[in-house]
C-alpha cells in the first residue's frame, strides 16, 4: 500500500475515528485503526467491538492495499508533522514507512485480516433524518443518561419511532429528558431502541448543522450514515422504562423563566451548595423567585429573580445540577417551568415539544 | 427378624464421644470444666505426645465419694442438674453428663478421687469403657483424672487427628480461653515434662493477662464497662482501635465464664469496632458477658462451643455500645500516652523498609530551620504551644491533648516523625488527612441532615418474611438515612426517595443490600452510615497527598487535628494513620537489649 496526502487531510479523517480506539485493551488490534487504500481514497476504521467508526480522507493512491496502525500514536505523529505533504508507504510485513519532509517514520502495525469486520446492514430498517433535528435532540436529551451501570437499560438514549415521529428519552431515575423529531416512515419501520452512551457521544460529534443521516436498524444493531462517516453501534437489550407515566398530566403553576439570566443565577447560588448532594431552594412568590442556598460553616447564598408570577407561594429544592444541566444545553431564550407542589415533579418546557421532568429534593431535619 | 436392636452401652458411649471428644483438647476441656464445677482453686494439666498418649488434670476440688465416682461413670450421670427445670437456667459449665463416660469408651481411663475430709479414696481404672478395677487409694483431696491412649480402640478417628504439636497447641488455646475465663483458678501446664505454664491464682483478669500475655498487650487493651442496659452485664478489655490480628484466635467471648463462639457477639464486635479496625482484621478481646442464664441456651452443641440468646438484638447492642464507649473513652487516655495504634510487634521488614531512605526533606528541612525559632522559640525542646488561635475548635483539643510530642521532620513527603516519651512515631501525611476531613465532613453533614432525592419513578419490591420485619421495625431509621420507604402489603415495600449522594438506578437491588448491611449492623447507626463510603471517596481527593510539602506549620495543625479526631488511629478506609516504633523495639535493634521483657 502507497499513497501520499495531505496533514490536513489525514489529522481530520483520524480525528473522525480515533475517539472510539480503547486505551486499555487485552486485544491489541483494537488499539489499532484499519487503513484501507482504494481508487484515490483512503478507508480508516476503529471499533471497540461495541462501537465502530468508518470515514475516510480523499489520497493520491499509487499502490492499493490495507493494513491496521496504531491509532493514537499515528495521530499523535501526523499532528507534529512538520511539512503538509506526506508519504505513506506500507510494506508487506505492515510496516509503515511515513515521510514527510525531513522526518522519517516507522511503525510496525498488524495485519488487515485480525481486524474485526462491522457488521453488514442487509435488509434493515431505513429511516432518514436531517442531520440537525438529531444533533439538536441528543443535545437536549442526552446528559440525563444514567452513569450508574447497575441498570444498563438507562445507560444509553431512547429512540422511539412511532406515530411518525422519533422520541428520544433519556433518564437516570431522578430527571428525565424528552424530545419530539417529526418524520415520515412506514408504520413496519415502528421500534423501539436504545442507544448506548459511547455511541451517543460518538453521533454528536459526527453530526453537523446540513444533511441527512441514514439510520439502519438491524438485529441488535444500528447503523448511522452520515454521507462520508459511518458509525455503527450494537444496541442496549431489554425494555426501557415505561416513561409515559412519569409525566404529571397537570401542572398547578407555570413561570416563564429567561433561561440565561435563569442559569446565571442559579450558577451563583450553587456556588454555596458546594457538596454535590446539597440543594438549592426556589422560593415562589408574587412575582419573584428568591434562589437560595446554605452549607453549614461555609455559608449562604441568596437572589431574587423578578419573573411574572401570580400562583401561591411555593418553595422546592432541587439538585442544582439537575436543574441547570437542560438550561446549559438548550438554546430557547425562554423556557417554562410547571409546578404543582413541594413534593411533586417539576417539569421544564420550550416552545418545542420538549420536557424535562425533575423531582424534587426533601431535606429531612 | 427385627431390624432395629438397641445399642450396647459402650457403643453408645463411643457414638457420645464422636460428639463430645472429638480431639485431645476437647477432652482437657471437659476435664478442666469438671474441675472448675468441683470449686478447684489450682487445676494442672500434663500431656505428653500432643495429648494423645498421655493427658492428665489434677484438682483441689471437692472429690467424691466411691457410690458417686462410679455413677459419673454411667451416661447422663450428673450432679450438676437434676430435673428439666433446670436445664432452662444452667449456672454450671457442664449438664449433660456424657464427658466422662464418653472419655472412658475411647481411652485407657483411670479416675482417683477423694473427698477433702474422707480417710481414703477411690481410684478407678477403665479400659475402653469397661471398668476393670475399683479400689481404694490414698491421694491428695481433689479428682485426678488421667487419660492414656486416646482412641486406641477407634482408629478411624485416631486418623483425624493432626501432629503432636499442633495438638498440644491446641490444648494449649483450650487452656488459655479457661485460665482467661477463670483467673481465680491457678494452672499449671506441663508438656513432654517441660513447664510451659504456671499461672498463679490472679485477683482479676488484668493480672491474669499480663500472667498470659505480658505487659505490651495489656498497655493497649481497654477496660469494658457495661451499657447499665438492664440484663445484660459487659466486663472484661478489648483492644485499641488499631490494635488487631490477621485471624480470630484472640477474639475470646466468655457468656457466664464459658467460652463460646457466637455469631451475634461478632457481628456485634465487628459493628463496635466499626471503622477502627482495618477490613479484613479481627479484634483482640478478652469479653465476658453476664446473662440470667434463663436468657441463654448452652444446650445446643455437644461440646457446647454455641449458644443461643433469648433476646439476640439486645445482647448484640449490648456489646456494640459497651465496644464504642470503651474506644471512645480510650481517646483520651490514648492520646495523653499518645501511644500510636500498631505497636503490634513490628516485624522487621515494615521497620527497614521505613527508616532506610532516612532523609528529611530539604525544602522542609530548610523550612524548619527559617521558621522554627520565629514561630516557636521553645525549639525542640519541652512542650510546643499552639500558635496563637483560640477557635472554640482549638480550645477543646488544646485543653485535652498535653502536647507530648515534637516533630523531628518529614520523611519521604509523606511520614511525619515525631518523638514522643515512648520513642518515634510515624504519621501518614494523606492517611491523618483524610481521617481529619472525613469526621469533619461527616459531621456537617450530619448536622445538616441527610438531603434524599425522590425517585422519578416508585419502585415496589418484595422481601423474605424476615428481612421485612426487620425493615417494618427501623422504617424510621431508614428514613433518616434519606431513604424514602413505605409498606406496600405484606413483606412489600415501596420506596421512593433515596439519599442524594448515591448515584445507583437501580433502587431494588440497592435496598437489599442496605438490608443485609444494616442488618447486621446495629439500631443505633449514624443516619450517614450509607454515606461514608461517598463521603470517605470525596475526602480522598480533596486530602494532602503522599509527595505533597508540607510546612511546619500545616504539620502541627495536621497533628493536632487529627489528635481532636473521634477516632484518630486509622483513616476511613481503616488503614492505620500512625505507626509507634518504641525505644525498646529500637534498643534491641541495636542490640542493646537482647530481647523485650513481658
Redesign the interface.
Known amino acids: 500500500m502507497k499513497f501520499s496526502v495531505t496533514k490536513e487531510k489525514l489529522l481530520e479523517g483520524l480525528q473522525q475515528v480515533q475517539n472510539v480506539v480503547s486505551t486499555r485493551t487485552t486485544l491489541p488490534i483494537l488499539s489499532n485503526v484499519l487503513l484501507q487504500a482504494n481508487g484515490n481514497e483512503v478507508h480508516l476504521t476503529t471499533t471497540d467491538l461495541d462501537v465502530g467508526v468508518r470515514g475516510s480522507f480523499e489520497a493520491q493512491v499509487e499502490k492499493e492495499g490495507a493494513t491496521t496502525l496504531p491509532a493514537r500514536r499515528l495521530f499523535n505523529i501526523i499532528r507534529e508533522l512538520p511539512s503538509s505533504e506526506i508519504q505513506f508507504d506500507v510494506d508487506g510485513k505492515n510496516t509503515a514507512s511515513i515521510r514527510s519532509g525531513q522526518s522519517f517514520f516507522k511503525i510496525l502495525g498488524l495485519p488487515e485480516e485480525e481486524f474485526p469486520p462491522l457488521p453488514k446492514f442487509e435488509g434493515a430498517k431505513v429511516v432518514t433524518i436531517r442531520q440537525k433535528d438529531l444533533r439538536d435532540g441528543l443535545r437536549k436529551t442526552s446528559y440525563a443518561i444514567s452513569t450508574d451501570e447497575t441498570r444498563y437499560v438507562l445507560n444509553g438514549v431512547l429512540f422511539s419511532f412511532k406515530e411518525n415521529k422519533l422520541t428520544l428519552v433519556a433518564t437516570d431515575g431522578r430527571r428525565l429528558a424528552m424530545l419530539d423529531i417529526e418524520l415520515e416512515f412506514p408504520r413496519s419501520h415502528e421500534a423501539d431502541i436504545i442507544v448506548p452512551t459511547k455511541a451517543v457521544t460518538e453521533l454528536q460529534r459526527l453530526l453537523a448543522e446540513d444533511g441527512e443521516v441514514k439510520v439502519s436498524m438491524g438485529s441488535g444493531q444500528i447503523a448511522f450514515d452520515l454521507n462520508n462517516t459511518l458509525l455503527v453501534s450494537k444496541l442496549i437489550e431489554g425494555n426501557y422504562p415505561n416513561y409515559k407515566q412519569v409525566i404529571p398530566s397537570e401542572a398547578k403553576e407555570r413561570v416563564t423563566l429567561e433561561r440565561e439570566t435563569f442559569l446565571n443565577s442559579l450558577r451563583r447560588v450553587s456556588l454555596l451548595a458546594s457538596d454535590k448532594s446539597n440543594s438549592i431552594k426556589l422560593n415562589f412568590s408574587k412575582n419573584n423567585i428568591e434562589i437560595t442556598a446554605n452549607t453549614p460553616e461555609v455559608g449562604e447564598a441568596k437572589e431574587s429573580l423578578p419573573v411574572a408570577y401570580k400562583g401561591r407561594d411555593l418553595s422546592i429544592a432541587f439538585n442544582p445540577e439537575f436543574l441547570m444541566a437542560p438550561l446549559r444545553n438548550l438554546i430557547e431564550d425562554e423556557v417554562f417551568l410547571d409546578l404543582i407542589d413541594e413534593m411533586s415533579p417539576g417539569v421544564l418546557k420550550i416552545q418545542t415539544p420538549f420536557l424535562y421532568v425533575l423531582m424534587p429534593m426533601r431535606i429531612s431535619a | 427378624m427385627s431390624r432395629i436392636r438397641l445399642l450396647p452401652e459402650i457403643v453408645a458411649s463411643q457414638v457420645a464421644a464422636g460428639e463430645v471428644v472429638e480431639r485431645p483438647a476437647s477432652v482437657v476441656k471437659e476435664l478442666i470444666e469438671n474441675s472448675i464445677d468441683a470449686g478447684a482453686r489450682k487445676i494442672d494439666i500434663l500431656i505428653r505426645r500432643g495429648g494423645i498418649s498421655l493427658l492428665r488434670v489434677i484438682d483441689d476440688g471437692c472429690g467424691m465419694d466411691r457410690d458417686d465416682a462410679l455413677l459419673s461413670l454411667e451416661r447422663h450421670a450428673t450432679s450438676k442438674i437434676r430435673s428439666a427445670a433446670d436445664l432452662h437456667a444452667i449456672a454450671t459449665l457442664g449438664f449433660r453428663g456424657e464427658a466422662l463416660p464418653s472419655i472412658a469408651s475411647v481411652s485407657r481411663f483411670r479416675l482417683t478421687t477423694r473427698e477433702a475430709d474422707a480417710v481414703a479414696g477411690t481410684e478407678i481404672i477403665v479400659n475402653g469403657g469397661k471398668i476393670d478395677i475399683v479400689r481404694d487409694g490414698g491421694e491428695a483431696p481433689g479428682t485426678q483424672v488421667e487419660v492414656r491412649s486416646l482412641f486406641y480402640n477407634l482408629p478411624a478417628r485416631r486418623k483425624f487427628l493432626r501432629s503432636e504439636n499442633t495438638e498440644s497447641r491446641n490444648i494449649e488455646h483450650q487452656l488459655h480461653l479457661q485460665a482467661i475465663g477463670h483467673p481465680e483458678i491457678a494452672f499449671t501446664f506441663v508438656r513432654d515434662d517441660r513447664l510451659v505454664l504456671q499461672l498463679p491464682r490472679a485477683a482479676n483478669l488484668h493480672d491474669r493477662i499480663r500472667d498470659l500475655h505480658g505487659n505490651e498487650l495489656l498497655e493497649r487493651l481497654l477496660p469494658l464497662t457495661s451499657a447499665g442496659l438492664g440484663k445484660i452485664d459487659i466486663g472484661g478489655l478489648i483492644g485499641q482501635a488499631g490494635v488487631s490480628r490477621q485471624t480470630r484466635a484472640q477474639q475470646l467471648v466468655f457468656v457466664n465464664g464459658r467460652a463460646i463462639e457466637s455469631p451475634v457477639v461478632t457481628a456485634g464486635l465487628r459493628e463496635g469496632y466499626h471503622t477502627a479496625l482495618m477490613k479484613g482484621q479481627f479484634p483482640v478481646t478478652f469479653l465476658f458477658l453476664n446473662l440470667d442464664p434463663a436468657s441463654v441456651d448452652v444446650n445446643v452443641h455437644p461440646a457446647k462451643r454455641e449458644v443461643r440468646f433469648r433476646d439476640p438484638t439486645g445482647v448484640r447492642e449490648a456489646v456494640v455500645n459497651s465496644i464504642r464507649r470503651a474506644l471512645e473513652g480510650g481517646r483520651g487516655d490514648w492520646q495523653e500516652k499518645f501511644r500510636a495504634p500498631n505497636i503490634s510487634p513490628l516485624s522487621a521488614l515494615p521497620i527497614e523498609r521505613e527508616t532506610r531512605p532516612i532523609e528529611v526533606q530539604p525544602a522542609f528541612a530548610q523550612q524548619t530551620i527559617e521558621t522554627l525559632p520565629r514561630v516557636a522559640p521553645s525549639g525542640f525542646e519541652g512542650p510546643r504551644k499552639l500558635p496563637d488561635t483560640t477557635t472554640p475548635a482549638e480550645e477543646r483539643i488544646d485543653k485535652k491533648v498535653p502536647q507530648q510530642f515534637q516533630i523531628i521532620g518529614v520523611l519521604n513527603k509523606l511520614y511525619v516523625l515525631m518523638e514522643n516519651a515512648d520513642g518515634l512515631v510515624l504519621v501518614d501525611q494523606h492517611a491523618a488527612h483524610e481521617r481529619i476531613l472525613f469526621e469533619e465532613?461527616r459531621r456537617?453533614?450530619e448536622?445538616?441532615?441527610?438531603?434524599?432525592?425522590?425517585?422519578?419513578?416508585p419502585q415496589t419490591f418484595d422481601l423474605s418474611p424476615r428481612d421485612a420485619e426487620w425493615v417494618e421495625r427501623n422504617m424510621s431509621i431508614l428514613?433518616?438515612m434519606?431513604i424514602?420507604i413505605e409498606g406496600f402489603g405484606p413483606n412489600t415495600f415501596k420506596i421512593d426517595?433515596l439519599?442524594?449522594?448515591l448515584?445507583?438506578?437501580?433502587?431494588v437491588?440497592?435496598m437489599q443490600r442496605v438490608v443485609d448491611d444494616l442488618k447486621s449492623a446495629s439500631n443505633s447507626s449514624s443516619p450517614l452510615r450509607l454515606?461514608e463510603e461517598t463521603i470517605a471517596k470525596?475526602v480522598c481527593r480533596h486530602a494532602v497527598k503522599a509527595n505533597d510539602p508540607l510546612r511546619y506549620l500545616e504539620v502541627e495543625k495536621l497533628i493536632q487535628d487529627l489528635l481532636g479526631c473521634d477516632l484518630p488511629y486509622c483513616c476511613p478506609h481503616g488503614r492505620p494513620t500512625m505507626i509507634q516504633i518504641s525505644l525498646a523495639e529500637l534498643e534491641k535493634k541495636f542490640g542493646r537489649r537482647s530481647a523485650i521483657q513481658t
Open positions: 465532613l456537617r453533614m448536622e445538616q441532615g441527610v438531603p434524599s432525592q425522590k425517585l422519578l419513578l428514613q433518616k434519606g424514602g426517595c439519599p442524594a449522594f448515584k445507583t438506578s437501580d433502587p437491588s440497592f454515606g470525596t
